[in-house]
């Protein structure tokens, strides 16, 4: 009876066993299943690194993963790209930074760049480019590592200046003053010529400067100088001196000349000569049958001594129309009128009058 149970015992303890080295048989047997299925289905994974391929085997699919698997770190601005194709083979690209330098405005900017041109730094950068800059590459050249590009700020400004131009001197000649004498008729006045230039400023230095014309500001005004034309000066002096054109001190255009006896008068502010003309020096007392009334004279004294000049035929007297005297000369007091006497006298009519009574307005 006991051997019985021993074998039972026996029987069981081997299908214990049996069934124990069975289940270690299939584990094995699955991990190795698992190990081989595992290595057999890693794909193939292409990095190509500044053009430099290499190749591992992965079955990652994050590309951090699959670089730290190849040994391969990134740095600041790399860049990576990731491609599967249809043979589950994966092509990661590392694009390496690169190191450009951007300086404007004093201010430096250290960028890191994988590609791109000189543009796309300067706006990396955060600089913008005004009109007048000056780049130190051309914006579409490509980038490269340790670049420096600088932008120069350009400033133009416009200013002028003034440079004064010197009269000149002009020369006339005058009845109104002695031949030989000079008289400043009326002074110069300097002119002005203004210069525009625009003047070149990088980064705040002036570095040149461009004229872009000039104009004539302010003319200039000549001075105008007399040089006489009398045998003496005047008493009657024109205010325009050139109506009356002197040849060696006499009227170059005449219509005749009376000659004769000139003495002098004067009278009160106001007073009204016989063509109803106001008494002034430069209007004398003639013969109207003579001379008529209106007539425009030149009077000089025979022997050149004294010169009445320009004077307009205005008035009359008793001894103009006995003949005694031939003109009387309008002076501006009673002491010039002495002073003056009596001269012979060579009256040239310059033009004749029409006798005429002129009107009050006419004064």
């Not at 009445?308 to 008793?318: K, M, V």
Request: glycine residues 8%; contains cysteine; charged residues 25%.
């Amino acid at each position: 009876m006991k051997s019985q149970v021993i074998k039972e015992k026996m029987k069981t303890f081997a299908s214990r066993g049996k069934a124990i080295k069975l289940t270690i048989l299939i584990s094995i047997t699955m991990v190795l299943v698992l190990i081989t299925g595992a290595l057999y289905f890693r794909s193939s994974v292409y990095i190509t690194d500044n053009g430099i391929v290499k190749e591992i085997k992965s079955n990652e699919t994050e590309i951090e993963v699959i670089l730290r698997e190849a040994g391969i770190e990134l740095y600041e601005g790399d860049k990576t790209s990731f491609e599967k194709d249809s043979n589950d083979k994966i092509y990661i690209t590392i694009m390496r930074a690169f190191d450009v330098t951007v300086i404007a405005d004093g201010k430096t900017h250290s960028l890191r760049l994988t590609e791109g041109t000189v543009e796309d730094a300067v706006k990396a950068a955060g600089v913008k480019i005004g009109e007048n800059d000056i780049v130190s590459a051309e914006l579409d050249e490509e980038l490269f590592a340790g670049i420096e590009i600088k932008v120069s700020r350009v400033k133009f400004v416009n200013r002028d200046a003034q440079v004064e131009i010197p009269f000149g001197t002009e020369y006339v000649e005058t009845s109104n003053l002695k031949i030989g004498t000079e008289e400043v008729i009326s002074n110069g006045k300097n002119g002005i010529k203004t210069y525009l230039y625009k003047d070149m400023y990088i980064d705040g230095k002036y570095t040149s400067t461009e004229r872009l014309g000039a104009e004539i500001t302010k003319e200039p005004v000549n001075e105008v100088i007399g040089r006489g034309t009398a045998l003496q000066v005047p008493y009657a002096k024109l205010s325009e001196p050139d109506k009356v054109k002197l040849v060696n001190g006499l009227p170059e255009d005449y219509v005749k000349v009376v000659s004769g006896k000139a003495t002098a008068y004067s009278a009160s502010a106001g007073s009204l000569t016989a063509s109803n003309r106001y008494a002034v020096v430069g209007t004398v007392a003639v013969n109207p049958n003579v001379i008529p009334y209106g007539s425009e004279l030149y009077i000089v004294a025979q022997d050149g001594s004294r010169v009445y000049g320009y004077a307009i035929a205005a008035d009359t007297g008793l001894g103009l129309l006995d003949g005694r005297v031939t003109v009387d000369v309008f002076m501006g007091s009673y002491a010039d009128s002495c002073k003056w006497g009596a001269v012979y006298v060579d009256v040239y009519v310059l033009s004749l009058g029409d006798n005429r009574y002129i009107s009050a307005s006419e004064r």
